[in-house]
């Protein structure tokens, strides 16, 4: 049976948590100006001194915030690429599985990914967390690129994370649909898992061609 201090502690953790995530929620409405002492408090539905007691300042706050979400997505991305699954999923089909994904993932959700990202990075104390979390996403890249058959796809993943990051600062534009989007983004993978499967060679090649034949 739990000791009294035990509770008391697993009280002050989970109260720790809910101000975590009340930032968390603040911050994708407004950014970190909207991430006040009293907000915090009122998202979380806790009293306003409570803030205070367990941070030290709105900055501390907001890093530990931003490093609990990172936290949290290197630990899903980690455990995905662990996963052992078949991958019935052809590079033909993948404009349809793409859809699927911008379908449940719409932009504002790669808007907030990305601020998270992009502030977490800035701050030193976050970067190293940041850099594990871009690992586990690279890894995961491979883990999938492995599971259909591609030889070596560590800077093929690379290059794929590249794409998808590209794409969810493009999607906020509204500049095409996410139709065109997921059609764009397919062509481009196919592109780049084409070039890999040519080797430098191969690709030299093909543009020493390609040059020879304009006038």
């Known amino acids: 049976m739990p000791t009294r201090a035990q509770l008391s502690q697993e009280r002050s953790r989970l109260r720790r948590d809910e101000l975590l995530n009340a ?6 409405e407004g950014g970190s100006r909207a991430i006040t002492h009293r907000a915090v408090s009122l998202r979380a539905g806790l009293p306003s001194a409570t803030t205070t007691y367990y941070f030290e300042s709105i900055d501390e706050l907001i890093r530990e915030a931003l490093g ?15 996963v052992d699954i078949d991958v019935d999923v052809s590079l033909d089909d993948a404009a349809g599985f793409i859809s699927m994904v911008f379908a449940t993932r719409g932009p504002e959700v790669a808007a907030l990914e990305l601020s998270i990202f992009l502030a977490a990075s800035r701050q030193p104390e976050l970067r190293d967390q940041a850099t594990r979390a871009m690992q586990a996403f690279e890894s995961l890249a491979g883990s999938v690129l492995s599971r259909v058959g591609i030889d070596a796809p560590g800077e093929l993943a690379g290059a794929i994370v590249a794409l998808i990051a590209g794409t969810a600062l493009r999607r906020q534009s509204n500049l095409y649909t996410e139709e065109v989007e997921a059609r764009l983004l397919t062509a481009a993978i196919r592109n780049l898992v084409a070039a890999h499967a040519l080797g430098p060679e191969g690709v030299d090649q093909k543009l020493a061609e390609l040059r020879e034949s304009q006038p």
């Open 68 to 82: 609990a979400h990172i936290d949290q997505w290197t630990a899903d991305l980690e455990a995905l690429s662990k």
């Open 23 to 28: 930032a968390i929620e603040l911050f994708a």
